[in-house]
């Protein structure tokens, strides 16, 4: 691997391999990724990515997402991905992706807390359909090189300027990698939860190194927790049911089987009375019944819903499954602006990773996977435009390997399990400064 490069993304997810297409290919793109290139929470994402249908639609969408994100959304981001949204489709249309259609026109669903249907879907694996197109895409380029299995664990930085990343690859060596311009895409936090559905490794990891080197962060409080995931006693990942399921008409029932939840209200609203549903009934779980949704529509529109609870010991065509609630999705992340920008010179955060308050306190169905695109792309264009400080120039012609410092990482494990205890311990001690501060604005009226 060449150590040095004009672009180092660290993340092979929508995020990552978005801003690398959307580069110019004059710029010389070093993407790495942590596990196998497919392995990123984007590949799992079932229900769909929402678009602006058109313009009478706006103030619609702009509501529904300032709503679930308790208005605590960043208005200007919000406007910024829903403004964006059919150009992003266009793109990925380009890129050979397909949505389903019916009649020859796009087809669109809907999820909790939509107030209309306006999400594209590819069946119930959407998130493969796109980051897999976008994968096959990069790996044609002929400026992008995808390192699989390398890890980054460190940023090379000083006086608040980013010079690249110091990674360590699968055998464990750790090493330099020197670029203009550095873009963290490395997902959530999932792998910090016992309970979660995203993938183990993405453990925070962008978190853990701004918090090392003072990077401004924002809503690090905000994790989200879905009301639906599979039951079930085995460790590891959550298999998620889609909020598209219950927006095609599934509904929950509790251990009498009466519904107790309108299953279209915001995803921590559904949460909160899952939760309180569980405790009355002193069960692990709520039931999901999809007994609405005609056979044909299962078979269409979920099949990998379908075959996974198969797989559990469930046909979904003729019994009710077992939900609980896990973790899913984070809010916050690495204060990042409208073109991704952070507070560290040459430092760029897109996708789950980063925070420019499009989702408030609590995200809106397939909001994300667009968000994610939107903002990679602003960042593309940015770095684009080598805005770049003199001293970052330099240090490239001089030698900022000289930054990195061997003897900081002889034991990379004992980093790693340092880094998820800092971002564990942030998360809580913000959590805990907003509950203060919710509570004395409550007091105060
Ligand atoms: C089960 C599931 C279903 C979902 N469904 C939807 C949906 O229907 N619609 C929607 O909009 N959103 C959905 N989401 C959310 C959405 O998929 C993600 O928020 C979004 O794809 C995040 O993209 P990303 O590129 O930021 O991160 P990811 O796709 O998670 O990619 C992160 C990448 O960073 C790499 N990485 C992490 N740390 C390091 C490191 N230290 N060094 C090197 N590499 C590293 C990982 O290996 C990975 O390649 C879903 C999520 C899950 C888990």
């Known amino acids: 691997m060449e150590k040095e490069t004009d672009v180092i993304i660290v993340g092979t997810g929508a995020a990552g391999l978005f801003c690398a297409l959307q580069l110019p290919e004059s710029e010389k793109i070093t993407i790495i990724t942590k596990d196998d290139a497919q392995n990123s929470d984007s590949f799992l994402a079932q229900g769909g990515i929402c678009v602006l249908r058109s313009e009478e639609d706006f103030d619609g969408y702009f509501e529904d997402t300032m709503k679930a994100g308790h208005y605590r959304n960043n208005r200007d981001s919000v406007e910024m991905?829903?403004?964006?949204?059919?150009?992003?489709?266009?793109?990925?249309?380009?890129?050979?992706?397909?949505?389903?259609?019916?009649?020859?026109?796009?087809?669109?669903?809907?999820?909790?807390?939509?107030?209309?249907?306006?999400?594209?879907?590819?069946?119930?694996?959407?998130?493969?359909?796109?980051?897999?197109?976008?994968?096959?895409?990069?790996?044609?380029?002929?400026?992008?090189?995808?390192?699989?299995?390398?890890?980054?664990?460190?940023?090379?930085?000083?006086?608040?300027?980013?010079?690249?990343?110091?990674?360590?690859?699968?055998?464990?060596?750790?090493?330099?990698?020197?670029?203009?311009?550095?873009?963290?895409?490395?997902?959530?936090?999932?792998?910090?939860?016992?309970?979660?559905?995203?993938?183990?490794?993405?453990?925070?990891?962008?978190?853990?190194?701004?918090?090392?080197?003072?990077?401004?962060?924002?809503?690090?409080?905000?994790?989200?927790?879905?009301?639906?995931?599979?039951?079930?006693?085995?460790?590891?990942?959550?298999?998620?049911?889609?909020?598209?399921?219950?927006?095609?008409?599934?509904?929950?029932?509790?251990?009498?089987?009466?519904?107790?939840?309108?299953?279209?209200?915001?995803?921590?609203?559904?949460?909160?009375?899952?939760?309180?549903?569980?405790?009355?009934?002193?069960?692990?779980?709520?039931?999901?019944?999809?007994?609405?949704?005609?056979?044909?529509?299962?078979?269409?529109?979920?099949?990998?819903?379908?075959?996974?609870?198969?797989?559990?010991?469930?046909?979904?065509?003729?019994?009710?499954?077992?939900?609980?609630?896990?973790?899913?999705?984070?809010?916050?992340?690495?204060?990042?602006?409208?073109?991704?920008?952070t507070s560290m010179e040459c430092l760029y955060a897109v996708g789950e990773t980063s925070c420019n308050g499009v989702h408030g306190a609590n995200r809106l169905a397939s909001n994300s996977l667009l968000e994610s695109l939107v903002f990679a792309r602003r960042a593309a264009k940015d770095i684009a435009s080598e805005n770049m400080p003199a001293e970052q120039k330099s240090g490239i012609q001089g030698n900022a390997a000289e930054l990195f410092l061997p003897e900081n990482y002889t034991d990379k494990k004992k980093l790693c399990q340092e880094n998820k205890e800092m971002v564990r311990q942030e998360i809580e001690r913000m959590k805990k400064e907003y509950e203060q501060q919710h509570n004395h604005d409550v007091k105060c009226g």
């Not at 006086?159 to 203009?180: E, L, M, S």
């Open 81 to 341: 991905m829903i403004r964006s949204s059919r150009g992003i489709i266009d793109l990925l249309l380009g890129y050979g992706v397909e949505f389903e259609r019916r009649n020859g026109e796009l087809a669109y669903t809907r999820e909790g807390g939509h107030s209309r249907p306006r999400i594209l879907f590819h069946e119930d694996i959407t998130g493969k359909e796109i980051t897999g197109k976008l994968l096959e895409q990069a790996k044609k380029r002929g400026n992008i090189a995808i390192y699989e299995h390398t890890e980054m664990i460190d940023l090379l930085c000083q006086d608040n300027i980013c010079y690249g990343i110091v990674a360590a690859d699968r055998w464990g060596k750790v090493f330099p990698v020197q670029a203009k311009h550095t873009v963290l895409a490395c997902g959530g936090i999932g792998g910090l939860y016992r309970h979660s559905t995203n993938f183990a490794h993405l453990t925070g990891d962008g978190i853990a190194v701004a918090l090392r080197h003072g990077i401004q962060l924002l809503d690090v409080n905000f994790v989200q927790i879905h009301p639906t995931t599979l039951y079930s006693k085995k460790p590891g990942r959550r298999f998620l049911i889609s909020e598209s399921v219950r927006g095609e008409g599934a509904v929950l029932y509790n251990a009498k089987m009466e519904r107790f939840v309108d299953e279209l209200l915001p995803r921590d609203v559904v949460t909160a009375a899952i939760e309180k549903q569980m405790e009355l009934d002193e069960k692990p779980y709520v039931w999901l019944s999809m007994e609405r949704i005609a056979k044909e529509d299962i078979l269409n529109h979920f099949p990998n819903i379908y075959q996974r609870c198969l797989e559990e010991g469930y046909d979904v065509t003729k019994e009710c499954i077992p939900v609980v609630p896990g973790q899913h999705y984070f809010m916050g992340g690495i204060q990042s602006d409208l073109d991704g920008r």
